[in-house]
């Protein structure tokens, strides 16, 4: 049976509430979600969301944080004081971190992030409907006393230890992954003290906390960097958070161009004079001056990307990549600049040089990196 064909399994007695202010976004999803869930309601932004959970009382809740009148993140804290046990899932941008993170702290169950990749999505929807699904039947197992949060995550943690399964550690630095396994040495009252390699422990002092993950954990747990023994290598690390999402999944490899990187973005045949933030094979972060936003979520944007071709630290070729985008995202919080995500579709030749730039981008923030941390 192929994994959309067990989820739907799953899903086809469930409904859903999905919430996106994007019209275009909203009618994609929806035929989708139409064809796996037996009933799907929408509404385009929180209020309208909050109205529907409590007129149908959905299964699972996919929602957008950034919306008018009534914010996704207002909408969780409403609907979670309705209803504690429902079951949300948030798809939004990395752009929105400070709403993300406040909206995972009320207790939504994972977040996909926007562009939405087809496959991590039925991962996320597999795991809510199987929770959904086991509640519905009454299978769960119902824990008499619910230890505080920290000592949950501990007791998790060493029962991973345990089990002698990979532990990974996640870090970032400038759009770059950095992630290798680790092992935990020793589990305290209210801390953990792990071992890992040294360019990921350089990774977690730059950061001061890290992201723990491992097959049997359900959720990343995200910790804090307290103490660094230089005697023999190890760090402790305490304050655990539940992030609610697993983190393994979501390594696109982004970078933040570098300063020749240049990006020139037209519409309707007009330059708009743009900064890049952050860059993937198939799309690309920009922000601009609110005044020259005068296209929509949909609209279709001229790009063009130059770019070095360096080879042993040699410019040997000057890159130019033209093609088409479409306007994905519109952040519209800050009121005097906008950050845009634009999706593009490259040819395979134009494809395998942008792919090769930013790799090559990638090794070079790696050892920016690494003589980061010697000074």
Do not use: W
Request: proline share 2%; with cysteine; aromatic share 6%.
């Amino acid at each position: 049976m192929s994994d959309l064909k067990k989820l739907k399994a799953l899903t086809e007695n469930l409904t859903i509430l999905y919430v996106e202010d994007s019209a275009i976004l909203l009618k994609r999803m929806s035929v989708f979600l139409n064809n796996i869930f037996k009933t799907v309601h929408q509404a385009v932004n929180g209020k309208e969301g909050l109205e529907c959970y409590q007129r149908y009382k959905p299964d699972i809740v996919i929602t957008d944080l950034n919306m008018p009148i009534m914010s996704g993140h207002e909408m969780i804290k409403n609907l979670k004081e309705m209803d504690p046990d429902a079951s949300i899932i948030i798809v939004s941008a990395y752009s929105d971190t400070e709403n993300l993170l406040e909206s995972i702290h009320l207790g939504v169950i994972d977040f996909v992030p926007k562009p939405v990749d087809s496959n991590l999505l039925q991962e996320v929807l597999m795991k809510v409907a199987t929770k959904v699904s086991q509640k519905t039947k009454n299978i769960e197992i119902v824990e008499k006393e619910v230890p505080k949060n920290n000592e949950n995550l501990l007791k998790k943690l060493d029962i991973v230890n345990k089990s002698h399964v990979t532990i990974e550690f996640i870090n970032h630095y400038k759009g770059v992954p950095i992630f290798d396994n680790g092992h935990i040495k020793s589990i305290d009252k209210d801390s953990i003290t792990v071992e890992v390699p040294f360019f990921q422990s350089l990774a977690i002092k730059y950061e001061g906390k890290t992201v723990i993950d491992s097959e049997l954990l359900d959720n990343a747990i995200e910790a804090t960097l307290e103490k660094v023994n230089a005697y023999n290598g190890t760090l402790k690390l305490k304050e655990l958070k539940d992030l609610s999402f697993a983190t393994n999944k979501r390594k696109q490899l982004t970078v933040e161009p570098d300063k020749h990187f240049a990006a020139v973005t037209k519409f309707n045949d007009e330059a708009l004079d743009t900064k890049v933030v952050l860059l993937s094979v198939d799309f690309i972060s920009l922000v601009i001056d609110a005044d020259e936003v005068k296209f929509m979520e949909g609209d279709e944007l001229d790009l063009e990307f130059n770019f070095d071709k360096v080879v042993d630290d040699q410019i040997v070729k000057k890159i130019k990549v033209t093609t088409k985008g479409e306007v994905y995202i519109i952040d519209e919080r800050n009121a005097k600049q906008k950050t845009i995500m634009i999706l593009f579709e490259l040819e395979s030749h134009d494809k395998s040089l942008l792919e090769e730039y930013i790799e090559k981008r990638r090794l070079d923030l790696i050892v920016e990196f690494k003589q980061f941390q010697k000074h």
